[in-house]
């Protein structure tokens, strides 16, 4: 399947997604994670293995930030006060999409359309908006220097457009909400929060490293330390506009193809 399917298919998903969890119970959450299982099994099938563990290592990543933002913390609560089934799952979607999007459009928009609107909401935060949001804005200039130095910022980029769309989106309908203050420390926060994304962005660095261990745990003939040698080789000789399914470790893209 093409880039440009996975940025519009799968963000529109999870659009659905969330709005169908406004209307049901925890047995209907149950539901909606088995299928959102089902939905990111689906997405990963074509994909070479890499890209897979990628997708794997951020949805374990952000389960164990869900778990300790939600749950443990306090940071933000989900409509039942629960980590719905379907939201681990729904990670590992949101970075297909982020990464679709980034092979999608030119590098240099979506990492300045990223760039601005961090920026922007930055500032917003802490001027304008109704609700203050200093926490939030501790976040941005993080995201901003992977936006700058990172070799991975057009994913990074693209990712953060998804995940601001979706938080928008996700509290304006009532799946989830986020805290005034940040608990035990009084900080302002956002409804959400302008640096939600730079959280995402720690997920993506960290499943990025894991990933060519985790094939090659998996029986691969990926040499972790020989990637790590060679990626930024590899990064300078790749081409972008191809399809999703041979994206490599860092959002680049192979030579293989999928139908």
Not at 52 to 69: C, I, K, S
Not at 210 to 226: D, E, F, M, N, Q
């Amino acid at each position: 399947m093409p880039a440009r399917r996975y940025a519009v298919v799968l963000p529109a998903y999870l659009a659905v997604l969330l709005a169908l969890d406004t209307q049901v119970s925890f047995r209907g959450q149950l539901a909606l994670g088995v299928l959102t299982f089902a939905v990111l099994a689906a997405a990963l099938r074509p994909l070479p293995p890499l890209v897979r563990a990628q997708a794997v290592g951020v949805v374990l990543f952000a389960t164990v930030g869900e778990v300790t933002g939600s749950l443990v913390w306090g940071v933000y609560h989900y409509r039942l006060h629960n980590l719905p089934l379907f939201i681990p799952p729904a990670h590992g979607l949101v970075y297909l999409s982020g990464l679709a999007l980034s092979r999608t459009l030119p590098a240099r928009i979506v990492v300045w359309a990223a760039a601005i609107g961090a920026a922007a909401w930055g500032i917003a935060g802490v001027t304008v908006l109704p609700r203050l949001d200093v926490a939030g804005a501790f976040g941005v200039p993080l995201l901003l220097l992977f936006l700058w130095r990172s070799r991975s910022r057009a994913t990074y980029a693209g990712v953060f457009l998804v995940v601001g769309s979706l938080e928008l989106y996700g509290t304006s309908i009532g799946t989830w909400r986020w805290a005034r203050d940040l608990p035990g420390l009084g900080i302002p926060d956002g409804n959400p929060p302008s640096g939600v994304a730079s959280g995402y962005v720690w997920f993506d660095v960290m499943a990025l490293l894991v990933a060519p261990w985790l094939v090659y745990a998996a029986g691969g003939t990926l040499k972790p330390k020989r990637w790590i040698r060679s990626s930024g080789d590899l990064l300078s000789s790749i081409r972008r506009r191809e399809p999703i399914g041979t994206m490599s470790a860092s959002g680049a893209s192979s030579r293989a193809s999928v139908t």
